[in-house]
């Protein structure tokens, strides 16, 4: 399967500092990436949907100037948390949408490893 | 309701039983369907991808879809302490233009030797 590297795994941070994740996919050239946050024994929430080139669509509930997404190449999307606060504190997973596979089965999402958030 | 409902578990096994996980949603529109692994803090892994109702096999892991009962399941024969992990269902559908992946909560897996 593809490769998608998240960096960084982990972040510990202070109250009211940005904090960046990466995203990379390693061996395929992804025009769309989605970033998606997971609490504790819940599932993934899609946050939003990150298209080269393009603004990001924002699921609802989630604040754009809080978490800024930046997709300006076609394997690398970053999202900052923004004067990050406790409550930020979260799994924050992406993933890279890869065609290659062709229009009969559809594309699939390939994930990153994932970067825990801490904010003291 | 919500759109994907997963039995979080926990379940426990014994090395070597069949493992037999499940999933059911409620919105038709739904047209494919994934299994991911997800070890403790990393990522999700794609295991089973299917679109059409029946099963399709991957060595020790067997994935069924019944669109009819809206009803998914994955199986796991033979199974191993590796094996120990979170599997998530997914399920794809359009909206809006766009495609979405909605994900169950996950049922943690813990195969004991």
């Known amino acids: 399967g593809a490769v998608v590297s998240q960096h960084p795994s982990r972040v510990i941070c202070k109250s009211g500092t940005s904090v960046k994740i990466e995203c990379r996919s390693l061996d395929f050239q992804a025009t769309t990436m989605f970033w998606y946050r997971q609490f504790p024994k819940q599932s993934l929430m899609l946050m939003a949907t990150?298209?080269?080139?393009?603004?990001?669509?924002?699921e609802q509930g989630v604040e754009k100037d809080k978490f800024l997404i930046n997709h300006a190449s076609l394997t690398l999307s970053t999202l900052t948390v923004t004067s990050a606060h406790p409550e930020d504190s979260s799994f924050y997973i992406c993933?890279?949408?890869?065609?290659?596979?062709?229009?009969?089965?559809?594309?699939?999402?390939?994930f990153g490893a994932g970067t825990r958030l801490s904010v003291l | 309701q919500k759109e994907v409902e997963q039995d979080p578990g926990p379940l426990s096994v014994p090395e070597g039983a069949i493992v037999s996980l499940n999933c059911t949603y409620s919105?038709?529109?739904?047209?494919?369907f994934m299994w991911y692994r997800q070890y403790s803090r990393k990522g999700p892994e794609l295991l089973m991808y299917t679109y059409s109702s029946g099963n399709k096999e991957d060595g020790r892991f067997t994935a069924q879809v019944d669109k009819s009962s809206k009803y998914i399941s994955l199986f796991i024969r033979d199974s191993q302490p590796s094996d120990s992990a979170t599997y998530l269902c997914?399920?794809?559908?359009?909206?809006?233009?766009?495609?979405?992946?909605?994900f169950g909560k996950g049922t943690k897996l813990t195969v004991n030797p």
């Open positions: 993933s890279a949408r890869d065609f290659r596979l062709g229009t009969t089965w559809g594309d699939i999402q390939y």
């Open positions: 990150s298209n080269e080139g393009s603004k990001a669509t924002y």
């Open positions: 997914a399920m794809k559908r359009t909206q809006g233009g766009s495609e979405k992946l909605v």
């Open positions: 919105n038709s529109a739904f047209q494919y």
